[in-house]
Nanobody
Framework: QVQLVESGGGLVQAGGSLRLSCAAS????????MGWFRQAPGKEREFVGA????????SYAESVKGRFTISRDNAKNTVYLQMNSLKPEDTAVYYC?????????????????WGQGTQVTVSS
């Protein structure tokens, strides 16, 4: 069973940047499609983006497209979420998760092995 640990969250001003990391243990990350989700207070957990096993494919929610970039280093068993031009509405707890074997799903229910999350707060 893969275990995931997110890190890199924090407090940043609007327009700033953060890079989140998702480190895996107990499994080989290169075997899995990976996803990032976020959950703001009082809201449902929502899809942010995903990356294929090799890293050749990525997919993003419209709200973050052009500002966020997902990458992976399979040798380090780590996936990253680079967040630029941050906005107050990006404030949330960010989670990484293992995706399904078939590429393309954005449904929360299709992902598993969730990490504990890392808080991102963007001040205006």
């Amino acid at each position: 069973q893969v275990q995931l640990v997110e890190s890199g969250g924090g407090l940043v001003q609007a327009g700033g940047s953060l890079r989140l990391s998702c480190a895996a243990s107990g499994g080989t990350l290169s075997s899995y499609q990976m996803g990032w989700f976020r959950q703001a207070p009082g809201k449902e957990r929502e899809f942010v983006g995903a990356i294929s096993r090799s890293g050749s494919l990525t997919s993003y929610a419209e709200s973050v497209k052009g500002r966020f970039t997902i990458s992976r280093d399979n040798a380090k068993n780590t996936v990253y979420l680079q967040m630029n031009s941050l906005k107050p509405e990006d404030t949330a707890v960010y989670y990484c998760a293992v995706g399904p074997s078939v590429w393309g799903s954005r449904r929360r229910e299709a992902f598993g092995s969730w990490g504990q999350g890392t808080q991102v707060t963007v001040s205006s």
